[in-house]
């Protein structure tokens, strides 16, 4: 099997490090020929897009026994493909070992299957999928789904300074609709204020676009690094209101407000 | 003492092994890695953690007790919100923030009166003071906000990205109903009163 790097496991006080940049690798989704024809068949087949998310290593990827892609570096992302509802069998190897699981495919939903690292230093590569959350947005807004497939304890996420998200482990997701423009995001270690594990990472999101940004990496040997990919989602078409007509009678005409503001 | 040592040495690679053992044990995941072994293995499907699913709001209880039921609404062909007629009936704005979202606006607008039921329980929010507690809850959760502003603005055109309903900044409550003075000849009511609530805590599941 593979060989392991245990020298970050005993660095015990490394955090300090991830504070740095990170690299930002964007993904953008599909091949402008695989839409139209993932729309026209949108109920029969479901969309799965095979994300790449083990550091450092090259992948092969295959569903179903056949290859589809070959020499798959860290951050890429095979597909999106379409599949027919039902179970398939992903099959990654990076040359020393090899790792399947099986997906089941939805008519008409769409995934990412990511292969990453667990969160132990050294654990053999995981596959897990990660369901794309299809509900329509609203006007002016951007869907950010953030996952954990990094080397790393759970992990809190601060947007614009708050913390909005809360102990979320390897494998797991968060997601949030927030404003479409530009953000600002961080990964903390769950529930520890300091230094940021990934970022303050700046991200400037589309309206009506869904985001979904893969941590990867290990923070103590500062390998950590993001896997973004952007795709289009159901807007829900409800423009804002630019009037409120909240009153017809006259029956507070002469009631007096007393304003007040402030926190 | 040698016994003891030797004892409390055992007692140490005991304890250590098994945090070894998994690694070398689960000959199936880890050991061989091979297609045929792991095959029948279904990829999990990662959970969505971290907050709370976020809900259309269905109702409010006002600082005074009354509680009122919210509606989801629109915006008409002319751009004003789709504010049910009964004023015993709150409308959300579907495209703003909902319940459990971690930012921006959940704007709600009742009429503060009409001609055929009186004033409304919205009224009451004309004399609302700092801190007064507001409660919102959805088909699954609950949230409670205190009270942090009281104004009026002329019941005018909002802008596109309008504080009282953006998706943008901090998480807030914004109740919205007409204020006077009241002017038929101008299309009645001249003001909005605007209250805004912040989260004291966040959405929770409502037990």
């Not at chain 1, 789904?145 to 990094?150: E, G, P, S, Y």
């Not at chain 2, 789709?82 to 606006?105: C, H, I, K, N």
């Amino acid at each position: 099997m593979r060989t392991r790097t245990f020298r970050a496991a005993t660095a015990a006080a490394a955090l300090a490090v991830a504070g740095g940049v990170a690299t930002v690798s964007f993904a953008s989704d599909a091949s402008p020929a695989a839409r139209p024809q993932a729309a026209q068949a949108q109920a029969a087949v479901g969309s799965v897009a095979i994300v790449q998310a083990v550091p450092k290593a090259t992948m092969s990827v295959s569903v179903d026994g056949e290859q589809v892609q070959g020499g798959v570096a860290e951050g890429k992302v095979v597909g999106p493909l379409d599949l027919a509802p039902g179970s398939h069998e992903v099959t990654v190897s990076d040359g020393s070992g090899e790792w399947t699981s099986t997906v089941d495919v939805q008519a008409g939903e769409s995934s990412d299957v990511v292969v990453h690292r667990p969160a132990e230093v050294g654990g053999t590569p995981t596959i897990s999928v990660f369901p794309t959350p299809s509900e329509p947005i609203g006007p002016g807004k951007a869907r950010v789904v953030l996952a954990h497939t990094a080397t790393t304890a759970p992990a809190d996420v601060v947007v614009d300074g708050q913390t909005v998200f809360t102990n979320i482990a390897n494998g797991e997701f968060a997601e949030a609709d927030v404003a479409a423009g530009p953000h600002e995001v961080s990964l903390l270690p769950a529930g520890v204020k300091g230094s940021p594990i990934l970022g303050p990472l700046d991200v400037d999101l589309a309206a009506g676009t869904l985001t979904a940004v893969y941590a990867v990496g290990n923070p103590q040997d500062g390998s950590m690094n993001v896997i973004v990919r952007t795709s289009g989602a159901t807007a829900s078409g409800d423009e804002a209101p630019t009037e409120i007509d909240t009153g017809s009678a006259g029956l507070v005409d002469g009631v007096r407000v007393w304003t007040f503001s402030g926190r | 003492m040698t016994a003891l040592a030797t004892l409390a040495g055992c007692a140490v690679g005991a304890s250590e092994r098994p945090a070894d053992g998994p690694a070398t044990g689960s000959a199936p995941e880890a050991g061989t890695g091979t297609a045929a072994e792991a095959s029948s293995t279904p990829a999990p499907v990662a959970q969505r953690v971290g907050a709370v699913v976020p809900q259309a709001p269905v109702g409010v209880q006002l600082p005074d007790g009354r509680r009122v039921g919210i509606r989801s609404v629109g915006t008409t062909t002319n751009g004003v919100l789709d504010v049910p007629g009964d004023v015993e009936q709150a409308g959300w704005w579907t495209g703003g923030s909902r319940l459990g979202d971690p930012l921006g606006a959940t704007l709600v607008a009742a009429h503060v009166d009409s001609t055929t039921q009186g004033l409304g329980p919205f009224a009451s929010l004309l004399s609302v003071r700092r801190g007064d507690r507001l409660y919102v809850w959805s088909d699954g959760l609950r949230q409670t906000f205190a009270v942090r502003s009281l104004w009026l603005r002329p019941r005018g055109t909002l802008g596109a990205r309008s504080w009282l309903h953006s998706p943008e900044g901090e998480r807030r409550l914004v109740l919205v109903t007409c204020a006077g003075p009241f002017d038929p000849s101008a299309g009645g009511y001249q003001n909005l009163a605007v209250v805004v609530a912040e989260p004291r805590g966040k959405a929770v599941p409502r037990p």
